[in-house]
């Protein structure tokens, strides 16, 4: 079992940036893909990017491609969401989540652990 607190919301205005982390414990953390999905209020929660076990593979939905950034460092158990650019529709609770493989996908039937959420709200 994989434990995973996330840190790094807050309020930010359109066009600004946050960065997430999420500090995992409990596995090897090199030996499993990492998942970032959000939920806003009356929404189904929904994929934002995952990333390999290793960091070279990397996917991202069509909504933040361009603007979010998924990395991790396997030294310090961590993994990033650096997010750039947000806007108003950005505003959800942030999850990230311990895959059950080494490879990333973007169902959450992929993923077996989850953090506690962290809050992320983008004002016009």
């Known amino acids: 079992q994989v434990q995973l607190v996330e840190s790094g919301g807050g309020l930010v205005q359109s066009g600004g940036s946050l960065r997430l982390s999420c500090v995992a414990s409990?596995?090897?953390?090199?030996?499993?893909?990492m998942g970032w999905f959000r939920q806003a209020p009356g929404k189904e929660r929904e994929f934002v990017a995952a990333?390999?076990?290793?960091?070279?593979?990397?996917r991202y939905a069509e909504s933040v491609k361009g603007r979010f950034t998924n990395s991790r460092d396997n030294a310090k158990n961590t993994v990033y969401l650096q997010m750039n650019l947000l806007k108003p529709e950005d505003t959800a609770v942030y999850y990230c989540?311990?895959?059950?493989?080494?490879?990333?996908?973007?169902?959450?039937?992929?993923?077996?652990?989850w953090g506690q959420g962290t809050q992320v709200t983008v004002s016009s």
């Open positions: 409990g596995r090897t953390f090199s030996s499993y893909a």
């Open positions: 989540a311990a895959a059950n493989t080494p490879y990333s996908g973007s169902s959450p039937s992929q993923y077996e652990s």
């Open positions: 990333i390999s076990w290793n960091g070279a593979g990397t």
